[in-house]
């Protein structure tokens, strides 16, 4: 698995696709020109010597707390799904999936 | 005209019964439906709530409640959720949705009897620097309407600004709070990560973001942070502290300063500019008052705009892919598989900066780039914490340009994301290191408030308050209002 940067264009239909978002073609060349530019911006941390650092992913180098798995509440299905698309006996509907 | 300028103000003629809360934000609202019309900085005004909540402070008050914050109104960032309200986070993903709950700060502050009179317009999942990304339209600097407030917490900043809210809640994810207090001329400060529960406030990037308080001075800052922090159980980041002068600033204001603070100024934030004037005029002041300036050096700061866009990027591709269309927010018409359901209601639903930061954030943690960039970027995250965990050896607080500009004009920066992007050149570090911050006025360039920022060691929220209370007893650029003269 390469974990080179890439020389080519990105595939921004690809990464649409990941991200599960529409793109028609008039958008995408400026989307493919704005992300070129920001991971150009971002390709200067690469300057950095960083081979003895471990990574950081909690500011403060903390620990996330855990807590027991019990039950502290019990919702209201009705109450939270008030403002869903489409539902059916407290299930969410989508399209079909499976015919 | 009464002075409803600051929270203690109007606290303390609550108290002598000058006036009553539902008086009080009769009045809010009354300013805000008139005035607001220039500026754009709500995007919900819950008169009713609002009214309701302020006779609830006047009946506790008559049975011989004196809490200082009983019947205080304010205002939320539209990013809180609450229970019965609508919350946006200025998207149309979420233009219709109204929070099944109420967010942890929300609880807090209604717990403190404060009443808040609706929920200020930002910049969408508080992705810019300008509130120019918001659905509901861009935010006007009440100083120059022709220019932006900053952002995202730009409604919060212009209303306070504007005087049609002494104070509001704000986000900060990599300046959001600090950035808009600067353009605006009023004081912001970011809390250590942690401090301050994220429980119910629409995710960004979950390890960055912190709330906090956007008022007109320090000691309002102050009570209001001791209103909204706290441990919170439902919050897994939300840290355990005891400390003592937090709950004290409550009933007591900031503590003075028992002895003169040594300051150190960063070499990398410094730069050449007419509008950096602002910057050494309050140095001197601060020597003035007997603290000692000393030049450190935090030497990754160059880094930490790439870091800060690789791990926000990242973590708001991770956040907003909630979003799907199935649960609440947009939904598409006609969706003709689950797919397009997904692809179609996000791509409505979504506006272009959002967009424009899912795509590298999906890139970055792709197969086969997650070393070169998200490891890489978090890597370099400690090295910048480090810096400050260096240089905080030798000094109590650092003292730093809170922007590099003052307020730009409205669609200056908006075709180049990368430019905009650098309006956080001075506030990601800190942000990245989790560290507490604060913008406080300190002047003005050609007519446009400048901040200065002020940044403490972990869980010292106490000292830069402490400082910009001295600072602000001593000189008047907090005072300042748009429209008089400067």
Known sequence: MSQETPETPIDVAHLAG???????????????????????????????????????????????RLRSDVVTESPDPQHFQRHAPATADQYYLVPRVVE | MKDFSTLRGMSAGLAQGDFSSVEL???HIARIQTEDTHLNSFITVSAEAALEQAAAADKLRAGGDTRPTLGLPFAHKDIFCTDGILTTAGSKMLSNFVAPYDATVVGNMAAAGMVSVGKTNMDEFAMGSSNETSYFGSVSNPWDRQRVPGGSSGGSAAAVAAGLVAAATGTDTGGSIRQPASLCGITGLKPTYGRISRYGMIAFA?????????TRDAEDAALMLSVMAGFDPKDSTSAQRDDAWLGKMTTDGIAELDQPLTIGLPEEYFQAGEHMLAIEAAKLELEKLGHSLKPVSLPHTQAAVPVYYVLASAEASTNLSRYDGVRFGHRCDNPQSLQDLYERSREEGFGPEVKRRILPGTYTLSVGYFDAYYLKAQKIRRLIAEDFDNAFTDVDLLLTPTAPTPAFKKNQLTDDPVAMYQQDLYTVPTSLAGLPAMS??????????????????????DLPLALAAQFQRHTDWHLRRPGQDL
């Open chain 2, 25 to 27: 934000t009769q009045d």
């Open chain 2, 206 to 214: 979950s390890s960055l973001d912190q709330a906090g308080p956007m």
């Open chain 2, 440 to 461: 406080i006025p300190c002047g003005f360039s050609q007519g446009l408030p400048m901040g200065m920022q002020l940044i403490a060691p972990a869980f010292r929220e």
């Open chain 1, 18 to 64: 990941l991200a599960r978002l529409a793109l028609d073609n008039d958008a995408s060349a400026q989307v493919a020109a704005d992300l070129q530019s920001i991971m150009a911006m971002i390709d200067a941390m690469r300057a950095v010597d960083t081979d003895t650092v471990l990574p950081l992913s909690h500011p403060l180098d903390a620990v996330v």
